[in-house]
């Protein structure tokens, strides 16, 4: 039988969650993989969680150096989260040979090349399964389940932070503020929220489903981003009413050669099986040539599902006798040419005006100026001594021009403020 040493970097959330599956199914290991995989070493500060999981102190250290230079260690799996200092420890460990598995995010959307050509001169693999969609198996079904495919399509909910929060706003008519709390207690929002709230976590899974999708980098900066911060539960109730449920998607396509990718909060039919992914949950549409649709749903974060992604990639790495390894990401230059920034979508405007003769022809006219078509205005609660809310929905229509017509409409006399602008995906 195989055997397998592992390190473990940090025993937060996901690495207690990982430590307690590796120890818990050690002997299941032996019978149905034939590997016998054992915690040799952990890095860890807090002796108190260290005692709490049962983790044995003589292999508890802080001396990185003392993991890399175990030759009984092959494979490190990192959890300490954000940029350093994993990024220096993981690029020392590949440079010397050793597989890693993580489940960062932040550091493979910004730094994969460094990270690919670092497990390149050390002839390590680069495991990441859990830095998406936490113990849903995409990675591997984009890579290896669907490699007959050209991928044309990735949508969905990736983040679970955000769909709880805009799960309770539209369930129970929770506030903002205090379904943040609610998730940040439940443990699935990020250690700054901002990152979940703000569409960061989003945009760097959708950056690395990407680039794995269309076998081409997809940087960053080239995933539009929006968060939903400024999302009001009056929106979100009025969207009901028209048949529409607000969710934070992240979508990208593959068309002609282009690619366009994005995070943002987005109104989609309330018969769209995404609409009743509720809660914690993520579920994501992958959107092949020949396969057509495939949905996958689960959970996307906590110790035991993202720690089960982990284990899987510790299992996998054992197993390969060579490294994977991604070509295109050792393409440095980026053609802007190859992704499409101004997008079209069809959009929600809420308006508030004075209810008085010529206001709402003096708005429509500016929609027609600037070629944008309306699908429908419903003006509501009309009394002639306040201003009134409107709500606009367009056909498709381009970011910039939204941005124009918008920015032209606030300044009209007789419209009191532009309220929301939400976009609405209708397939
Ligand atoms: N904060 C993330 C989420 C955890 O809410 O989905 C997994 O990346």
């Not at 807090?46 to 802080?62: A, F, M, P, W, Y």
């Not at 003392?66 to 009984?72: C, D, E, G, T, Y």
């Amino acid at each position: 039988m195989k055997k397998i040493g592992v390190a473990l970097l940090g025993l937060g959330t996901v690495g207690g969650g990982t430590y307690e599956i590796l120890t818990k199914n050690r002997e299941y290991f032996k019978k149905t993989q034939n590997l016998d995989v054992e915690v040799m070493q952990i890095l860890e500060k807090n002796i108190k969680r260290c005692e709490e999981l049962g983790v044995d102190l003589s292999i508890v250290s802080t001396d990185i150096d003392a993991v890399v230079n175990n030759p009984n260690i092959k494979i490190i799996a990192e959890f300490f989260g954000g940029i350093e200092p994993a990024r220096t420890f993981l690029i020392k460990a590949l440079e010397a040979g050793k597989s890693i598995v993580t489940a960062n995010k932040e550091l493979f959307a910004k730094h994969w090349t460094e990270l690919e050509a670092a497990a390149k001169k050390g002839n390590a693999g680069l495991y990441f399964e859990a830095s998406c969609v936490g113990g849903v198996p995409i990675i591997r079904t984009l890579t290896e389940g669907m490699q007959g495919n050209h991928i044309l399509q990735i949508k969905g909910i990736i983040n679970g932070t955000t769909n709880y929060i805009l799960s309770s706003m539209s369930e129970s008519g929770t506030a903002y503020e205090d379904a943040l709390k609610s998730a940040q207690e439940l443990g699935f929002a990020e250690l700054d929220p901002t990152a979940d709230v703000e569409g960061f976590d989003a945009a760097y899974k959708l950056s690395i489903l990407s680039s794995l999708a269309y076998h081409k980098r997809v940087p960053l900066e080239k995933v539009f981003r929006e968060g939903i911060s400024d999302i009001s539960v009056c929106d979100i109730n009025i969207g009901k009413e028209l048949g529409m449920t607000l969710k934070l998607l992240a979508i990208s396509k593959c068309k002609n050669g282009k690619i366009e990718a994005r995070v943002h909060p987005v109104f989609v039919p309330s018969t769209h099986p995404l609409a009743s992914v509720s809660g914690s949950f993520n579920a994501v549409f992958l959107n092949g040539d020949a396969v057509d649709d495939i949905m996958l749903y689960g959970r996307g974060a906590g110790a035991l599902p993202t720690g089960s992604a982990i284990v899987s990639d510790i299992i996998f790495a054992a197993k390969k006798e060579t490294p994977d390894r991604y070509p295109f990401m050792e393409e440095t230059e980026i053609n802007d040419n190859d992704f499409i920034s101004d997008f079209s979508s069809k959009y929600y405007i809420r308006i508030t005006a004075n209810d008085e003769e010529g206001t709402l022809g003096k708005i429509a006219n500016i929609f027609g100026k600037n070629n944008v078509n309306l699908l429908s205005v419903v003006q509501r609660n009309s009394n002639k001594l306040h201003s009134v809310p409107i709500v606009f929905v367009t056909s498709a229509t381009k970011t910039s021009t939204i941005k124009k017509t918008v920015a032209e409409m606030s300044k009209l006399a007789g419209v009191d403020a532009i309220r929301a602008v939400i976009r609405v995906e209708e397939d």
